[in-house]
């Protein structure tokens, strides 16, 4: 059995439904999603050649290991370790044009 939200009541007699938030409805909380966004692709345009294509490939288009290492010509070890470094070089430079602690 089915029941749908609009119907389902709570001890109040108010809709259930009433209660969920819409996560986009929060202007400040979309700004800093873009923001973030807009930073995280800045900074992957800065990485070098290397590292920039292999993120891309597994990060952003979400190919597997095999697939960009395939497409790379190169090992899934050598993939492996380009996204770990791409990562971490990412990480690093995100926190330092957000002020976040570096670690």
């Given at each position: 059995m089915?029941?749908s ?29 873009k ?16 590292c ?43 926190c ?8």
């Amino acid at each position: 059995m089915y029941l749908s939200l609009e119907h389902a009541r709570n001890p109040d007699e108010e809709p259930i439904a009433r209660e969920f938030t819409d996560p986009e409805r929060d202007p400040e909380q979309r700004f800093v999603r873009k923001e973030m966004n807009e930073i995280l692709h800045s900074e992957i345009e800065r990485l070098n050649s290397v590292c920039k294509s292999t993120i891309q490939m597994c990060a952003i288009e979400e190919s597997s290991h095999r697939e960009a290492a395939n497409a790379l010509g190169v090992s899934v070890a050598a993939v492996k370790s380009r996204v770990f470094r791409g990562k971490r070089l990412l990480k690093r430079a995100v926190c330092l044009r957000t002020g976040a602690r570096v670690e």
